[in-house]
């Protein structure tokens, strides 16, 4: 029997990994919340394969380290990281990482669970959405209009509307598999 899956994922194996196992399943992981925050800013003006291609890398360089390490790094550090081409090689995206770190470990420092507060954004629940295509689904929405808007106060970088939408979709806090999909 052949899986059915969304339109959007090629025969690439690691697209299909990714699909499979991680996209829209929900996902109250820090680690994995802040890494998927940070890889959607990644992603601005490229193709998501892209990024997953360089995830290996972006784990070694940043998500393997603790979010309060990644905070501190020196703007020499990051500076350095532009040398591996398995990254993508801008500064401001690089610097928009460490940004986000220090915003998050913020958001902690004065109470805020980031995890928590993100899910907060859709009342904590997943939302299921009809998506008979995957050109059917929205590429922004009120809710992250407004979490784009939220973060953002908070000191957060690459998060825009479309970025949101996208960590939205990446972290299960909605669920735009197709309707056909075998992971709806």
């Not at 090689?89 to 958001?107: C, M, P, S, V, Y």
Request: charged share 20%; net charge negative; hydrophobic share 35%.
């Amino acid at each position: 029997m052949t899986i059915q899956r969304c339109g959007w994922c090629s025969n690439d194996p690691l697209y299909m990994a990714y699909h499979d196992q991680e996209w829209g399943q929900p996902s109250h992981d820090e680690q994995h919340v802040f890494e998927m925050l940070c890889l959607e800013g990644q992603q601005a003006g490229l193709s998501w394969i892209t990024v997953l291609r360089k995830r290996e890398s972006y784990r070694q360089h940043f998500f393997e380290q603790p979010i309060q390490s990644i905070a501190q790094l020196s703007d020499q550090q990051l500076q350095d990281k532009l040398q591996d081409a398995g990254l993508i090689r801008h500064i401001g995206k690089l610097t928009a990482i460490r940004d986000n770190a220090r915003a998050w470990e913020k958001l902690k420092h004065d109470g805020i669970d980031p995890v928590a507060w993100l899910w907060s954004f859709v009342d904590a629940n997943v939302q299921n959405n009809d998506v008979p295509d995957y050109k059917s689904a929205p590429a922004q929405t009120a809710q992250s209009q407004a979490l784009s808007k939220a973060l953002k106060k908070h000191g957060f970088k690459f998060v825009g509307p479309t970025t949101c939408y996208a960590l939205m979709q990446s972290i299960g806090m909605v669920n735009d598999h197709e309707n056909h999909c075998h992971f709806k």
